[in-house]
């Protein structure tokens, strides 16, 4: 069975800072690309940073871009996503997804597995 689970949500002030987590099984990580994604109320899922199967490689959203960092770890089989200088508009439930294909990393589409979320607020 294939388990993606984030944890590391919270409550933050803005400005804070939070570092997120999933914890990947049932799978073989390494033939995996990953992304974290998020979902603000009212608003579509939108993709946040996206890392390849051996960290070469890393994407991020504009908006994200210098104040988020996505790594992974292939023996640990963890994906994170550290989060500094949050903002009010930071806060949305997040998502962690893995992707076996060669398609876009930024579109939904391409993911095949996904966790069931941890809801980040940022308090402004």
């Known amino acids: 069975q294939v388990r993606l689970v984030e944890s590391g949500g919270g409550l933050v002030q803005a400005g804070g800072s939070l570092r997120l987590s999933c914890a990947v099984s049932g799978i073989t990580m390494n033939n995996y690309r990953l992304g974290w994604f998020r979902q603000a109320p009212g608003k579509e899922r939108e993709f946040v940073a996206g890392v390849d199967w051996k960290s070469t490689y890393t994407y991020y959203e504009d908006s994200v871009k210098g104040r988020f960092t996505i790594s992974r770890d292939n023996t640990k089989n963890l994906v994170a996503l550290l989060m500094n200088s949050l903002k009010h508009e930071d806060t949305a439930v997040y998502y962690c997804?893995?992707?076996?294909?060669?398609?876009?990393?930024?579109?939904?589409?391409?993911?095949?597995?996904w966790g069931q979320g941890t809801q980040v607020t940022v308090s402004s």
């Open positions: 997804g893995a992707t076996s294909g060669y398609g876009d990393l930024k579109a939904m589409s391409a993911y095949i597995y």
